[in-house]
């Protein structure tokens, strides 16, 4: 019987194959629909002729053993993004060099990328939803661990299907160790055990706040020792530059938009209820330095008079709220301000924010004057960054999570940080607000 890993690799390069065939023809049809005064009519390639550049981009996807580990989504993600750049730029080198240019169209070729940047991974989304219903094809994984550990990876492969994998007592592909918990000498003989009954053999560290993908690997040969390279990446200069550059860049492009929604939003406030259209109010920023975020109005003026009002009533909410730091019902709430909480519209004035300095597109919650000291030992730690418009919690769980709970996911983001994951974030946000609306 043919092993499922190398079934797996078959089906999946095959359909990539299939895929890569199909937008040729379809960059064709678009290309040869393009053409003006200054863009020449398009003459039409072959396939064959064409076949140089899927045969690239496949040689760069397996290289990045895209179809031999089981990488969960955004990790595949960077790693098609990274082999779909490499192959555009070696195309035009090789097309430059051979001077072919002429005789393959650049627009052509451009749009040929794009179509793969969008697509493939939405194809690769569905495929895996697809095959991996069939119990042949998932991959069976031995979990060893502690007993929470173990349920928090069970939860994992259940829920995540572009893994493919499940856990088993017996008859497994490959073995988990979660080494947490784990004494040395107990976890050395668990890994001379298993080592050599399985495919595959995963440890997952005992340190559990970094990120290792983010890490280099130092070896000592003469002592047969490794060291890893660890740092806290926001509190580097060049990233702090990198992410300054790239908040204030998307705030300016992003204020013509913010403008034109504001004039029917500033409307909407006004008619709804009385008081002023945007709502300022001090928070922690970078340093532990005070400052005023912005927001539109969401509740009424005399909203303190009518939360005291309705705890009286609902004296359930108050331990909610020491939980949570949120109402479940809040009534100080407008109507208008409900829509505008559901759509986090209500945070779209602090891209001001972000233009003085104050804020950043992703970052940690921006904490009110009170919480400081229920930061507890992270607060220095937080409060060395600016807070964030959105963030991990904002991500992973929203209202669900506890005090304690955002905070851990904050000092995460904090020590992992890169461009990439803001970018993930970012559209994560995107994802949770509309699934909100829709949950309405």
């Known amino acids: 019987m043919i092993n499922k890993n190398i079934l797996n690799f078959i089906i999946l390069f095959i359909v990539d194959i299939l895929f890569f065939v199909a937008i040729f023809y379809i960059s064709i049809y678009i290309r040869g629909n393009i053409h003006n005064e200054i863009i020449p009519i398009f003459n039409k390639i072959s396939l064959i002729d064409f076949l140089f550049v899927i045969i690239i981009i496949l040689s760069l996807l397996v290289n990045e053993k895209i179809y031999s580990f089981r990488y969960d989504f955004w990790q595949e993600y960077k790693k098609i993004l990274k082999s779909l750049f490499l192959a555009y730029l070696l195309t035009l080198t090789i097309l430059a060099l051979l001077k072919n240019n002429d005789e393959y ?169 009385k008081g002023d259209i945007i709502f300022k109010q001090p928070r922690l920023g970078k340093d532990n330095i005070d400052f005023l975020c912005y927001k539109y109005r969401t509740m009424y003026i005399n909203s303190e008079e009518i939360l005291q009002r309705y705890l009286e009533n609902n004296p359930q909410e108050i331990e909610y709220y020491n939980r949570y730091h949120k109402y479940q019902n809040d009534p100080r709430v407008t109507r208008i301000g409900k829509i505008l909480r559901a759509t986090s519209l209500d945070e779209l004035p602090q891209l001001i924010n972000i233009l003085k300095g104050e804020m950043s597109l992703v970052g940690p919650r921006p904490y009110m004057l009170n919480e400081a000291e229920k930061l507890g030992e992270n607060k220095e730690l937080i409060l060395k960054v600016k807070p964030g418009i959105t963030g991990l919690w904002q991500v992973s769980g929203r209202n669900n999570l506890s005090f304690e709970e955002r905070n851990r996911l904050e000092v995460w983001y904090i020590k992992n940080w890169s461009l990439w994951d803001d970018f993930i974030i970012l559209i994560r946000t995107v994802k949770v607000v509309f699934m909100k609306i829709g949950a309405k």
């Open 105 to 273: 169209s650049r627009l052509f070729i451009s749009i040929y990328f794009i179509l793969a940047l969008i697509f493939l991974p939405l194809i690769k989304i569905y495929t895996k939803k697809f095959i991996y219903r069939f119990d042949f094809l998932k991959k069976k994984i031995l979990l060893i661990g502690e007993y929470e550990q173990k349920k928090l990876f069970q939860k994992e492969f259940t829920n995540n299907n572009y893994l493919g994998q499940e856990i088993v007592d017996n008859r497994y592909d490959s073995v988990v160790i979660v080494s947490s918990g784990i004494p040395k000498d107990e976890l050395n003989s668990i890994i001379s055990k298993y080592i050599d009954k399985s495919d595959g053999l995963y440890i997952v560290p005992y340190i559990n706040n970094i990120n290792f993908t983010h890490s280099v690997i130092l070896e000592y040969s003469n002592i047969q020792q490794n060291s890893i390279h660890i740092e806290n990446r926001l509190l580097i200069k060049r990233n702090i530059l990198i992410k300054n550059s790239f908040d204030k860049l998307s705030a300016i492009v992003l204020m013509p938009i913010f403008i034109i929604i504001h004039l029917f939003t500033a409307i909407a406030i006004k008619l709804d209820s």
